[in-house]
């Protein structure tokens, strides 16, 4: 019988990362608090280290940034489409 795969969301990942990196547990106690094979967690920490200098440089979005940047592109959609709208009640009118 084998186990299902347990998909954990990028918050908890970085929550155990955090603490891993921390120091302040060992991991192998951090895997019992959490219910994470210690590879698992090495695994988080090492990722972690390895993009936390893209943050600085740029390289990694926020998601404030993403969110206000989608958020533009789409009222620039709402705006073409009301004048799509706009124009189609127009013609429609006249015929």
Do not use: C
């Amino acid at each position: 019988m084998s186990k299902n795969r347990r998909n954990h969301s990028s918050n908890f990942k970085a929550k155990v990362a955090l603490e891993a990196i921390k120091g302040e547990l060992t991991v192998a106690e951090i895997s019992q608090k959490y219910e994470v094979h210690p590879t698992q967690i090495a695994k988080w920490k090492k990722e972690v280290l390895e993009n936390i200098t893209g943050i600085f440089d740029g390289k990694i979005v926020s998601s404030q940034v993403r969110d206000d940047k989608e958020k533009d592109e789409l009222y620039k959609q709402i705006g073409k489409l009301q004048v799509q709208v706009d124009f189609l009640e127009r013609v429609s009118s006249q015929i």
